[in-house]
């Protein structure tokens, strides 16, 4: 058999990778972290790809760019959470549409270079990096199969993001502006709301399951399932308060339990949908995070202490939540200037 699943064991468990003969040559290609059973039939894709076309690199000025794309998903969505696939998905489109069907050989730094610039013009840098991100991740994997010499995306700098140490959160004026332009559409409503009571990320939010809220313990857990993944790797449990209770109460009693899901929506609608909303309530530049951030920020101001705000996020360094640190100081500076005496 010319395609081999062989392991290593690590501490966190075993790592795959494929053991390539054929025709005299000898290959390894490591698998990141894969089920059993998925290297299995990731190593009876590539036989079968082998057999028919041999090695990858043979013929590499014969693959396109889109046909690429297919054999890279195919390895995404068997390694991948399903948010990170969208996002692959996303990335890679976006660039196949900016250079048409051109070859993967053709592919040049400069050319990526181009590419950033473009897009620096349509979005925010931030949103250009993460873009980039994915499609260095994806270059890398054709050149450690030897589609390609060198990964042309390796010299390509990631844009520079000054990092925001004062985080924008909504004040109440600001929430109940928000909610006024949210009008009679319901399901954003709860979900904004949802958002304000429990500091949720939108990928946490969309990948949110009923067998993941306990209603009679009032607390949800946000924990790594199939085809998702916690950012930090951990599950974490949120307390649900009582405007929550009642309104999860509410939803299961009026029937919207539809499937597994308790908001069946799309990542990247939710997050488009919320921007237009939150334009028509004169909110410009707010997104769906923004009230992940409220979530810390108001608690901090009502006298909850770093450690519990980090465990509530789920921020695997507090580092990251003391970003927040300084609404407490100012909070209790505009305490005691209230004295008058």
């Known amino acids: 058999m010319p395609v081999t ?3 290593t064991e690590r501490k966190k468990g075993r790592t795959y990778f494929l053991d390539i003969v054929h025709d005299g040559r000898r290959k390894k290609v490591s698998l990141g972290p894969v089920s059993s059973r998925e290297a299995r039939e990731i190593a009876a894709r590539t036989e079968r790809e082998l057999l028919l076309n041999g090695w990858p ?4 000025g014969n693959l396109t760019f889109s046909e690429f794309m297919t054999q890279y998903f195919d390895y995404c969505i068997a390694t991948k959470s399903g948010s990170t696939v969208k996002t ?5 489109q976006t660039f196949a549409k900016y250079i048409g069907n051109a070859q993967l050989s053709e592919i040049t730094t400069d050319k990526i270079e181009e590419f950033r610039l473009y897009l620096l013009r349509k979005v925010k840098p931030n949103s250009v990096n993460v873009v980039l991100r994915h499609l260095k991740s994806a270059m890398s994997w054709a050149a450690q199969r030897g589609l390609i010499s060198a990964s042309p995306a390796a010299k390509v700098k990631l844009n520079r993001v000054p990092r925001n140490t004062h985080m924008r959160f909504l004040d109440d004026a600001e929430i109940q502006r928000l909610r006024d332009a949210i009008g009679d559409d319901l399901q954003l409503r709860r979900v904004v709301d949802f958002a304000l009571w429990t500091g949720l990320r939108r990928n946490e939010i969309v990948n949110l399951q009923w067998s993941d809220v306990d209603l009679n313990r009032k ?3 946000v924990q ?3 085809g998702f993944r916690t950012k930090s790797g951990k ?3 949120v307390p649900i308060n009582s405007q929550l209770e009642e309104m999860l109460n509410v939803m299961k009693a009026a029937g919207a339990r539809h499937g597994d899901h308790v908001f069946p929506l799309n990542y990247w609608t939710l997050g488009q949908h919320f921007r237009r909303v939150a334009r028509a309530a004169g909110l410009d530049g707010f997104n769906l995070h923004t009230l992940r951030h409220t979530f810390a920020s ?5 006298g909850a202490d770093i450690r519990s705000v980090q465990e509530l996020l789920g921020h695997h360094d507090i580092s990251v939540t003391m970003i927040y640190s300084h609404l407490s100081r100012d ?3 505009a305490t005691v200037e209230k004295l008058k005496y």
């Open 57 to 60: 690199d043979d013929k590499p």
């Open 5 to 7: 699943v062989r392991w």
């Open 235 to 237: 599950s974490r449990s």
């Open 298 to 302: 108001h608690l901090i101001m009502a």
């Open 331 to 333: 909070h209790l500076t």
């Open 88 to 92: 692959d998905r996303y990335a890679l």
């Open 219 to 221: 607390v949800l857990i």
């Open 224 to 226: 790594n399932k199939a």
